[in-house]
């Protein structure tokens, strides 16, 4: 059974800052997703990366995977009050379900 | 709106009373996916269904949960004999047959069940 872990586990920072937070897989990911969930709201897709070693950046995020394809970082550039949320990496394994890690919880103080 | 519904947003109910919930997926998407989510964790995979065909459950899906998704369209939840321990974010989801967005997921916004 795969098994996701994501660290930090909570971070607070302010408004300017940057900040990275990590992914790992027991085994290599079939394809890597983030998610950002809003308190009460469900998860928003964020980015899908499929290459190890690929790049992709979302304005201010950059997205990461590592060249074994067992970690990502999501790396946010002057963070925003915006960007508080719930930061959720995910596998998809194909045609069967998807496996998602326990969270980063952001709160980006004003 | 064009994206997954969820009805009802909140529900509170005493223990041993049964539950339904229902999802409203995106029209097109014939995957539809149920989830479990609790306070500080990420959603735990429930079940899942292509079409009206329920495809795999989870070993969390005790014989108190019963999923349906009749004529392959909405699809609904029930927890019978609810628990303390049932209390948590239900979510759905659902991705379309093929495409670019064939291994991305949609969610709704959840249910929060409170059993007291």
């Known amino acids: 059974t795969q098994l996701l872990e994501q660290s930090p586990q909570f971070l607070s920072i302010q408004e300017g800052e940057n900040l990275t937070v990590y992914c790992n897989s027991s085994?290599?990911?079939?394809?890597l997703q983030w998610y950002r969930q809003e308190p009460g709201e469900g998860p928003v897709l964020l980015v899908t990366v499929v290459t190890g070693g690929e790049v992709k950046k979302l304005k201010r995020l950059t997205f990461q995977f590592g060249d074994a394809r067992k970690d990502s970082s999501l790396h946010i550039t002057a963070a925003q009050p915006g960007d508080t949320g719930l930061y959720l990496c995910?596998?998809?394994?194909?045609?069967?379900?998807?496996?998602f890690g326990p969270g980063t919880r952001l709160s980006v103080l004003p | 709106d064009t994206g997954v519904s969820q009805d009802p947003r909140h529900k509170i109910t005493k223990r041993g009373q049964n539950v339904t919930f229902r999802c409203d997926p995106i029209?097109?998407?014939?995957?539809l996916y149920w989830y479990r989510q609790t306070l500080g964790q990420g959603p735990e995979f429930l079940t899942y269904?292509?079409?009206?065909?329920?495809?795999?459950k989870s070993r969390l899906l005790s014989d108190r949960f019963s999923a349906e998704r009749p004529k392959g369209s909405f699809s609904t939840l029930e927890i019978q004999r609810t628990e303390q321990g049932d209390s948590a974010m239900y979510l759905c989801?659902?991705?379309?047959?093929?495409?670019?967005?064939?291994?991305?997921?949609?969610f709704g916004p959840g249910t929060r069940l409170t059993v007291l």
């Open positions: 995910a596998d998809y394994n194909y045609g069967q379900n998807f496996v």
């Open positions: 085994s290599v990911f079939s394809s």
């Open positions: 029209s097109e998407h014939n995957r």
């Open positions: 989801a659902s991705s379309p047959r093929n495409g670019a967005a064939y291994n991305e997921q949609f």
């Open positions: 269904f292509q079409n009206e065909a329920q495809l795999e």
